[in-house]
């Protein structure tokens, strides 16, 4: 087996192990932010799914398609951040309205 075949089997068993840690944490009732937090629950669960899965078709499109590849990986980024930035604006709002009621 070649090398350079072996380094790509690598990388794709690291993406699919997380791909399935990503799903399981989706499902797991143990959560960052919990699921009764109405939206900000939801939102990092399908950040952590779909960065997960973007993850493993960049792997694959790495072989095939290097310029796809880069996108997906755009993609991911720009999910990462818009999420992370959604969960922050919740926060801010969530502790102003707690403090004008306080």
């Avoid at 791909?19 to 399981?24: E, N």
């Avoid at 899965?53 to 960049?58: A, R, S, T």
């Avoid at 996108?71 to 992370?84: E, M, N, R, T, Y």
């Amino acid at each position: 087996m070649s090398e350079d075949l072996e380094k790509r089997e690598v990388s794709h068993v690291g993406a699919w192990i997380w791909g399935v840690i990503a799903v399981l944490y989706a499902i797991s009732p143990v959560d960052i932010l919990p699921d009764v937090i109405p939206v900000a629950g939801w939102v990092d669960d399908i950040l952590i799914t779909v960065t997960g899965g973007l993850n493993l078709i960049q792997s694959y499109l790495k072989e095939s398609n290097e310029h796809l590849a880069r996108i997906v990986k755009g993609i991911k980024w720009f999910l990462i951040v818009l999420g992370i930035l959604i969960i922050a604006i919740i926060a801010l709002v969530v502790v102003g309205i707690a403090n004008l009621f306080a």
